[in-house]
């Protein structure tokens, strides 16, 4: 069998992530159909995936997973999170109202924060509120809401309804998966409500995404690339794997 030419692993990764998301259940040979690589292809790189947290193995095949758990996002791609959190640092007043949301790439940045001198941080995540409680120069507001056990994040009415009473600077946020044409996605929908909710008070939203969620989608829609300031990624900014997102949003 000819194999499809992908330009990188992680577009190939991102095609069967998007091919899991959409079917929920996914066998071996099928795939190696529809991507045009080989059965021994596909399994390495749902063992990959499995890691991730996206998928579990099945015979003959995998099942989507749900999102995956706080503690095992922080660990994944961890030199690509210290690159982007060293990106935002700098762009983070020292001053003022920002909210950060519950991502794992958020919470590096939030722990990394020392520079404040009056700074009100919102968040809805309960690692990254425990990142910057306490700290100089920092006010932390944790929303409050339904805890979502697996990402540590807290969503529903009450985490939107806080997250609106306040006006933001800034919003910096992660997202789940990041597609040139619909923008943002999240792996549910209470985690977009509750994203939504930050958005609507904020000035600028500074999107920060690894390398691995380019050309995917997931679950819920978030933001489309024109409402988003800036996007900063652990790649340079001239990296060809961004040229897709050059004409639609500034990037860093």
């Known amino acids: ?22 079917r929920g259940t996914v ?39 749900g999102p995956e758990p706080f503690a095992n996002r922080h660990r994944h791609n961890a030199r ?14 020292s001053s003022g109202t920002v909210a950060f949301d519950a991502s794992s790439t958020i ?54 309804h806080a997250a609106e009473g306040f006006l933001y600077d800034l919003f910096v946020c992660s997202a789940a998966a990041l597609d040139q044409k619909v923008g943002s996605s999240e792996a549910s929908v209470a985690e977009s409500d509750v994203k939504r909710a930050f958005s609507q008070t904020s000035s600028r939203i500074i999107l920060a995404v690894d390398h691995s969620k380019l050309g995917a989608r997931d679950q819920a ?8 300031a800036l996007l900063v990624t652990d790649l340079d900014p001239d990296d060809a794997r961004l040229d897709a997102y050059r004409s639609e949003v500034d990037l860093l």
Do not use: Q
């Open 221 to 228: 829609r978030m933001f489309d690339l024109k409402d988003v």
């Open 107 to 160: 919470h590096r940045l939030a722990s990394s924060l020392e520079t404040a001198r009056d700074l009100v941080v919102v968040t809805n995540g309960l690692d990254t509120f425990d990142g910057v409680v306490g700290k100089a120069g920092i006010t932390a507001w944790l929303t409050g809401g339904t805890l979502e056990p697996t990402t540590g994040s807290l969503v529903g009415p009450l985490a939107a």
């Open 27 to 65: 066998r071996i040979d099928k795939l190696s159909v529809d991507l045009g690589v080989s059965e021994m292809t596909i399994r390495r790189d749902l063992d990959e995936l499995e890691v991730l947290g996206v998928a579990r193995r099945v015979r003959g095949g995998a099942i989507a997973m």
């Open 80 to 93: 690509a999170k210290a690159r982007i959190a060293a990106k935002l640092l700098p762009l983070l007043p």
């Open 1 to 22: 069998m000819s194999e499809k030419i992908f330009e990188s692993p992680e577009e190939r990764l991102n095609e069967l992530r998007n091919l899991i998301s959409e």
